[in-house]
């Protein structure tokens, strides 16, 4: 792997654990370091940072704040 490669990994620990956890991006990457942006992306996905994954962590979060609310509504209107 190219010294500037490694040293771009080095200073991103995410993309680092990444590429322990998935040995194929190291081949890909030793062979074509161009490919570091795709395993960039590739690293959003594994880890669910994307945009689309963000947006279903905040709407999991409403959905049950809202569930939580309509719960304590129907245990006060018990009493």
Known sequence: ???DVYNYLEQNKELHSFLREQPVWYRKI???PTQIQAMEIAALHYYKKTIPHRVEKISYG???ASMMFSMFQSMN???
Do not use: Y
Request: avoid cysteine.
């Open 30 to 32: 030793s062979r074509d």
């Open 62 to 64: 409403v959905q049950m």
């Open 77 to 79: 209107n018990q009493s």
């Open 1 to 3: 792997m190219r010294k």
